[in-house]
Nanobody, 125 residues
Framework: QVQLVESGGGLVQPGGSLRLSCLAS????????IGWFRQAPGKEREGISC????????DYADSRQGRFIISRDNAKNTVYLEMNSLKPEDTAVYYC??????????????????WGRGTQVTVSS
């Protein structure tokens, strides 16, 4: 049974940083691509970035201007999303999702097979 568990969310002040983690089980992690998405209230789920099995990463939104960095540790079956210079508009539930080997070019959630339940990130003073 595939299980993805996000952690590391919370309340942070504008300008602050958080590192989210996505722990995967039930999949061959080293052969999987993992993506990060987020969904704010009343908005559609949007893609942030993806890291392929090879370690190559794919950014789904240039607008984040390098504030978000994705990485993976195959020894720990974990993908990270480091978020810096956070803004109130980054407030959302953040999800990780898995698919086989390669990242989807388009940030379409339907292109990912398995999902975690999400972790809340709130950016507020």
């Amino acid at each position: 049974q595939v299980q993805l568990v996000e952690s590391g969310g919370g309340l942070v002040q504008p300008g602050g940083s958080l590192r989210l983690s996505c722990l995967a089980s039930g999949i061959t992690f080293r052969d999987s691509a993992i993506g990060w998405f987020r969904q704010a209230p009343g908005k559609e789920r949007e893609g942030i970035s993806c890291i392929a099995a090879s370690g190559d990463s794919w950014d789904y939104a240039d607008s984040r201007q390098g504030r978000f960095i994705i990485s993976r540790d195959n020894a720990k079956n974990t993908v990270y999303l480091e978020m810096n210079s956070l803004k109130p508009e980054d407030t959302a539930v953040y999800y990780c999702a898995a698919r086989s080997r390669f990242c989807s070019i388009l940030a379409n959630p339907a292109n990912f097979d398995d999902w975690g339940r999400g972790t809340q990130v709130t950016v507020s003073s």
